[in-house]
Nanobody, 125 residues
Framework: QVQLVESGGGLVQAGGSLRLACTASGRPFSSLFMGWFRQAPGKEREFVACITKSGLSTNRLRSMADRITISKDNREEVMYLELNDLKPEDTAVYYC??????????????????WGLGTQVTVSS
């Protein structure tokens, strides 16, 4: 089974930045399409960004598109989510997800087969 591990979360003041990372084991990194989702207390999990197996194409939540960057390094076998100009409403557990199927870019949680345990991002005002 594929195991995903997130890192890079923490406490940051509004306007600050964080760089989250995700590593995988169990399958070649280049065989996985990947994404980031987040879940705040009392709310449903929502899509943040996704990236193709090659890392050449991406999609982002439109309301955050100008503040985030998703990237995938198949040589170093790590995926990143750069969060900029953070706001208190960005506070959530951020989850790394992956799948090995034929999907290209997908925002649908049902398309992802593997999930990490999450990393906490807390933005103070």
């Amino acid at each position: 089974q594929v195991q995903l591990v997130e890192s890079g979360g923490g406490l940051v003041q509004a306007g600050g930045s964080l760089r989250l990372a995700c590593t995988a084991s169990g399958r070649p990194f280049s065989s996985l399409f990947m994404g980031w989702f987040r879940q705040a207390p009392g709310k449903e999990r929502e899509f943040v960004a996704c990236i193709t197996k090659s890392g050449l194409s991406t999609n982002r939540l439109r309301s955050m598109a100008d503040r985030i960057t998703i990237s995938k390094d198949n040589r170093e076998e790590v995926m990143y989510l750069e969060l900029n100009d953070l706001k208190p409403e960005d506070t959530a557990v951020y989850y790394c997800a992956a799948g090995g199927g034929t999907q290209f870019l997908t925002e649908d949680m049902a398309d992802y087969d593997y999930w990490g345990l999450g990393t906490q991002v807390t933005v103070s005002s």
